[in-house]
């Protein structure tokens, strides 16, 4: 089992983005009694050695004061750098903030960020530029997870409700329907995919049965537009934590991957989890379910 927060893989660029993470960073090693590696990937040909090692001990300065802290800095191309650095850890979660836009737009150019997202096998602390500025919680009361395709393994929902359980938070199972066009009937054609709001409700509910019965959860089903219903569905449960499958993070454009608008978009951070995380299967136990 990945114990995501048992170790807490921080890569900053030192953009403004990163410096907004510093305090949710903290509470997550507070409350997990957490490593902490802060990691850096510069280019030799650019950046002196002295001037990124400079930089990097003298960003989050606070990180000092604990002693399972360490400072890594990394040359080479920063994707490749953290992945072969994150494929050494057996448990951690990587906090990857948004980088900073500056210049014109590259049509062409994959983000570290997606690439991350497609590639690595560790869970990944994201957030949408809207959250830059919010003080984000590391579980709250309500912690969502986006269930998209519910014929499909299901690894990481058990990452999510062991969190949930961890922190004593109600889990909110979430999905949304399709619209119903020619398009999704010829989806079904080739899936078990519900395609009314009753069938997705017993499916998940299912799912629900399976997670452990200590664990409260909600299940929440809606008929429409992806991000529309899934946004409205957020709000209402309170969520201030979205945990989703690595599978929604992305989306092609342009022949090349993408970051989902959804998490652009997200009022809560996100934690994008690999769609199957090694997690034994729980032995099926009576939750506590509301259908919402």
């Known amino acids: ?26 509470r997550w090693v507070d409350a997990h009694n957490a490593r902490l590696t802060l990691l850096h990937v ?3 040909e650019k950046t002196l050695h002295r001037d ?18 360490r400072r890594v800095l990394l040359t080479g191309d920063p994707c490749d750098s953290i992945e072969d650095f994150c494929a050494k850890e057996v448990d951690g979660l990587l906090f990857m903030p948004p980088s900073d836009r500056t210049g014109l737009p590259r049509p062409f150019h994959v983000s570290t960020r997606a690439r991350l997202l497609q590639n690595l096998e560790m869970p990944i602390w994201t957030m949408g530029k809207a959250t830059l500025n919010t003080s984000a919680a590391v579980a709250g009361n309500n912690i ?19 969190h949930a359980q961890r922190h004593g938070a109600t889990l909110h199972l979430m999905h949304v329907v399709p619209e119903t066009s020619e398009g999704t009937l010829i989806t079904a054609l080739h899936s078990n995919a519900p395609l009314g709001v009753e069938t997705a409700l017993d499916m998940l509910s299912d799912l629900a049965a399976s997670l452990p019965g200590s664990v409260k959860i909600q299940v929440h089903v809606r008929m429409g537009s992806q991000w529309r219903e899934l946004k409205t569905m957020l709000r209402k449960s309170g969520a201030e934590l979205l945990m989703v499958g690595s599978g929604q993070t992305l989306h092609s454009s342009f022949f090349r991957p993408a970051i989902n608008p959804m998490l652009n978009n997200c009022e809560i951070p996100i934690i994008c989890l690999p769609e199957r995380m090694g997690v034994r299967s729980w032995r099926a136990q009576t939750s506590r379910l509301v259908v919402a």
């Open 52 to 69: 990124a090692e400079g930089q990097l001990n003298s960003f989050y300065a606070e990180a000092d004061n604990y002693s399972n802290c």
């Open 1 to 26: 089992m990945n114990h995501m927060t048992d170790h807490i893989i921080f890569a900053t660029n030192f953009s403004d983005a990163c410096h907004a993470a510093i305090p949710t960073v903290t």
């Open 42 to 44: 510069y280019d030799p």
């Open 144 to 162: 969502a997870v986006c269930v998209q395709n519910l014929d499909e393994p299901t690894d990481y929902v058990y990452a999510a409700a062991s």
